[in-house]
């Protein structure tokens, strides 16, 4: 009782902040992109302290319905004043891009400061780590502000088969701000439900298979799941060094680029991955691809045949998608239909060889990054499963058992199978999904939901999902368009010729 009027009380401090910022100035920061936000930075309409503050009062007010986010930074106003005291300065770099603007990390991204880094496990609560993720560098060198973490799916939907996507220990279960009884997927759950329902300006996601895009499609936002090796992994709780990237999250295809061109690059802390593919990097950065006719004369891949590529026959998905196709086509695409693939049980087989390859992958990997912290309560595998044994009723192990954890703690390296199921996998991604990009001279393949999202994982590939539509009772739908490695430029240029030419995203309901 107490509490819960101290709470109150606290809630309407911050709402008679809140009346203050709507009072002085006539900008409106619900729905607000990048460009509008750094116009009314210019413009003495908004300050980054107002936005910062804004977004705290979003999250007290929402995240007890949807519990997307898991920490706030309490130095985020600090950090916010200095932005606006560079603006005022003009030191180089501010007024443009991220400066100033607030951003929500997944909380498996470390960042060094007062906040936790977890994975939404109570087994990490008290862990320090030694650096900022090679992201969250690149995000501060552009003068974003770390708003806080966001919650996800636990350890990234790679503990338990049966957790509910988007549910992990610390901040419980993340709820669709669109349906609340709709799955709002996962792993990077809160990254997509935070910037949807307005909790923040741009947030970053990462995804092994499907965590981004599959969120993305569910939650209504843009998401942009890159070349593995173009965003640094560093500092990431990772799955498998093979899959896992760092990809933006936001309303619209134009913040996503504006995230993407901050965060992509070198960095020593992930050095091979991220020098190889720096060569994707256009030079003048990916701006320019944001651009009018950007549909003209692609080619665009459509397999209505295969579930896993596309639509698998069904004909209520291709009856919601008909209507996108002739948008693609009216805005100049050429629409490869129908398309084929020999020998599918050979690529069908990548199911099994994916599941068997990441489970060693992620010991190996998991134990590195335990290894590194400065202090952890845990540091491998065996301590974190037996963590949670001990903390049973506060991991859910009954309702939710770490049947993926223990399948992993079973491997033991790359050895002969794993080899075996890596080559599969090599060969999936050969005769599959580059055999059709490239005999078909394809600039993406577009799939509907997520449906590709494994398609793209194991190879790699990037994808760009892009609001879609609603179905009758409200559910939101995305639309992903795939392509081969480093092929962003072109992706953002489709994905932003489809958002252009159908603007159909719209903000969740008031709650
Ligand atoms: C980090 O976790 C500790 C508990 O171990 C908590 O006291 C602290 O408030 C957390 N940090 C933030 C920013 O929430
Ligand atoms: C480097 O890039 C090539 C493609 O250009 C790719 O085939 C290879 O797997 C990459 N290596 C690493 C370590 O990422
Ligand atoms: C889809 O339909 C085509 C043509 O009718 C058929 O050849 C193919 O086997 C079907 N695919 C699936 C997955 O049912
Ligand atoms: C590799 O693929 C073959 C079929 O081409 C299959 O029989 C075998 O079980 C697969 N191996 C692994 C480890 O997934």
Request: glycine share 8%.
């Amino acid at each position: 009782m107490h509490k819960k009027m101290l709470a109150s009380v606290f809630l309407m401090i911050l709402l008679l902040q809140s009346m203050n910022v709507v009072e002085s100035s006539d900008f409106i920061i619900q729905e607000a992109t990048i460009d509008e936000i750094q116009a009314a930075f210019k413009q003495n309409k908004l300050t980054s302290e107002n936005l910062v503050q804004f977004y705290i009062q979003q999250i007290q007010k929402l995240n007890p319905i949807y519990r997307a986010v898991i920490e706030v930074n309490p130095d985020a106003v600090h950090q916010a004043m200095k932005a606006d005291q560079e603006r005022k300065d003009k030191v180089p770099k501010s007024g443009v891009g991220l400066h100033g603007i607030p951003v929500l990390i997944k909380d498996n991204i470390a960042s060094k400061d007062k906040m936790n880094t977890t994975a939404g496990s109570y087994a990490l609560l008290k862990s320090v780590v030694a650096q900022d993720a090679g992201v969250v560098k690149k995000l501060r060198d552009s003068g974003a502000i770390i708003l806080g973490k966001a919650s996800l799916s636990e350890w990234s939907q790679y503990r338990s088969s049966n957790a509910p996507k988007g549910w992990n220990a610390r901040a419980e279960q993340a709820v669709n701000p669109y349906v609340a009884t709709l799955d709002p997927c996962g792993s990077s759950t809160g990254s997509a439900i935070s910037v949807a329902a307005n909790m923040v300006s741009v947030s970053l996601g990462t995804e092994t298979d499907g965590s981004i895009l599959c969120p993305s499609s569910a939650n209504s936002v843009v998401g942009i799941k890159p070349t593995v090796g173009l965003t640094s992994r560093a500092g990431v709780i990772p799955i498998s060094h093979r899959q896992d990237t760092v990809g933006p999250m936001c309303r619209t295809v134009t913040d996503a680029t504006y995230v993407l061109d901050a965060i992509v690059g070198y960095d020593e802390n992930d050095a091979v991955a991220t020098r190889n593919a720096s060569k994707y990097i256009p030079k003048s950065g990916y701006l320019k691809h944001l651009k009018l006719g950007g549909l003209k004369g692609k080619r665009l891949g459509i397999m209505r045949a295969y579930p896993l590529f596309g639509f698998g026959n069904d004909t209520e998905t291709l009856n919601k998608f008909e209507k996108h196709f002739d948008t693609l086509r009216q805005n100049g695409a050429i629409l490869i239909e129908n398309l084929e693939i020999n020998n599918f049980n050979h690529i069908l087989i990548m199911f099994n060889s994916e599941y068997i390859a990441v489970a060693a992958e992620f010991k190996v990997a998991l134990n590195d990054y335990l290894m590194e912290l400065v202090t952890s309560p845990v540091r491998s595998l065996a301590d974190v499963i037996a963590f949670n044994n001990k903390y049973a009723d506060l991991e859910k192990i009954k309702e939710y058992p770490q049947d993926l954890f223990l399948a992993a703690e079973k491997t033991n390296g790359i050895g002969k199978l794993e080899k075996e199921a890596l080559m599969n996998l090599t060969k999936a991604s050969k005769y599959g999904f580059e055999k059709v990009m490239i005999d078909n001279k394809l600039d993406a393949l577009v799939t509907p939901y997520a449906q590709s999202s494994s398609v793209l994982a194991i190879g790699g590939y990037p994808g760009i999902s892009v609001p879609a539509g609603y179905d009758k009772n409200g559910d939101p739908y995305g639309i992903c368009f795939g392509g081969l490695k480093g092929s962003e430029p072109t992706l953002i240029e489709v994905a932003y010729g489809f958002e252009q030419a159908t603007n159909l995203r719209k903000p969740p309901p008031m709650p």
